[in-house]
């Protein structure tokens, strides 16, 4: 692989997709969420009405989905039906529901061959759950990005407020407990730690701070 991947995986509300932003662009970088990638596919099961626990209808009304990256402004945009829906897909009830289909295994299937054929062509930096561990494990650049959750409740409420929904900060610290556990139990390719990341503890850190010390690393490596 002649690209530069940087890998970096955390639980929800760890600030990855911020962090991984600021690194793209420090390092002139191509960012991609891969967790807006199963928002994306979330939203349309959603709006297409399909049972998401019938795993073999969600495979059936995949294989019809047309599921296509751009690349706008440095971020990776994933074209659904060449519709893009970046500003639909930040809801809680696309958050409550994008965990069951993460853990089909013909969603993650189809994602990581998308995720690994962006990889291969731009240098990147790529968030999510898995992607130290099963999307990109060739590479040298690993991080692993976690805080307690106490901390990412709180910057999850926060936007949520931004954005003007209605909830409490208790209601979002259980999601994200509820999301932890499911992310870190699920029967394929689970939240974990892999065995060559550095982790790095977000807590009491600026995202400008957390970005620097990545940056830092992968240029002493480079």
Not at 151 to 179: M, N, P, W
Not at 200 to 209: A, R, S
Request: glycine share 4%; aromatic share 6%; with cysteine.
């Amino acid at each position: 692989m002649n690209t530069i991947v940087i890998a970096i995986d955390g639980p929800a509300g760890a600030g990855k997709t911020t962090v991984g932003k600021l690194v793209a662009k420090k390092l002139g970088f191509v960012h991609v969420d891969t967790g807006a990638m199963y928002r994306a596919v979330t939203y349309k099961l959603l709006k297409l009405n399909i049972p998401l626990d019938n795993v073999n209808e969600v495979k059936l009304k995949l294989d019809t989905i047309q599921l296509q990256p751009v690349i706008k402004n440095n971020e990776v945009v994933l074209l659904v039906d060449n519709k893009d829906v970046s500003s639909e897909i930040r809801t809680e009830y696309v958050s409550a529901n994008v965990n069951t289909v993460a853990a089909i295994p013909q969603v993650r299937e189809k994602l990581r061959k998308i995720q690994r054929s962006i990889g291969e062509k731009y240098n990147c930096v790529m968030e999510g759950r898995d992607i130290t561990t099963i999307v990109f494990p060739d590479t040298k650049f690993k991080f692993y990005l976690d805080a307690p959750v106490e901390e990412r409740a709180l910057r999850r409420y926060k936007e949520l407020l931004q954005k003007g929904e209605k909830i409490s900060f208790e209601d979002v610290k259980h999601a994200i407990t509820q999301r932890d556990q499911l992310d870190k139990t699920r029967g394929i390719n689970p939240l974990k730690i892999d065995k060559d990341a550095v982790v790095v503890n977000t807590f009491g850190l600026t995202q400008e701070e957390v970005a620097e010390k990545i940056v830092s690393y992968v240029k002493s490596m480079l």
